[in-house]
């Protein structure tokens, strides 16, 4: 089905940011949403943000005015901008494609917020 492959994890202190990247194939990037979810440990991965083909955005709660999904068609890639991260941040995250004949996962990267 091809593949989402994650960049742009890595070490930030608290009010920092972070810009991660989520690169498809183009029949990949073509599904009807995509989005990133995120997996602190030993919790269960939430939805962080998504976007829809025609562009519409949706936010968790708790991210809204500091984290943005945006994309960039030419590249096949969509981004999560990530600012004023906090420790509760830390987390694996995952970028996620819905497709018709169903979801295409990436394999995750790490984000981790010092205090």
């Known amino acids: 089905q091809g593949q989402l492959v994650e960049s742009g994890g890595g070490l930030v202190q608290a009010g920092g940011s972070l810009r991660l990247s989520c690169a498809a194939s183009p029949r990949i990037f073509s599904g009807k949403v995509m989005a990133w979810y995120r997996q602190p440990p030993g919790k269960q991965r939430d939805l962080v943000a998504s976007?829809?083909?025609?562009?519409?955005?949706n936010y968790a709660d708790s991210v809204k005015g500091r984290m943005t999904i945006p994309s960039d068609i030419r590249k096949n890639t969509v981004y999560l901008q990530m600012n004023d991260l906090k420790p509760e941040n830390t987390a694996v995250y995952y970028c996620?494609?819905?497709?018709?004949?169903?979801?295409?996962w990436g394999q995750g990267t790490q984000g981790t917020v010092s205090s």
């Open positions: 976007i829809t083909a025609g562009g519409s955005t």
């Open positions: 996620r494609s819905a497709l018709d004949v169903g979801d295409v």
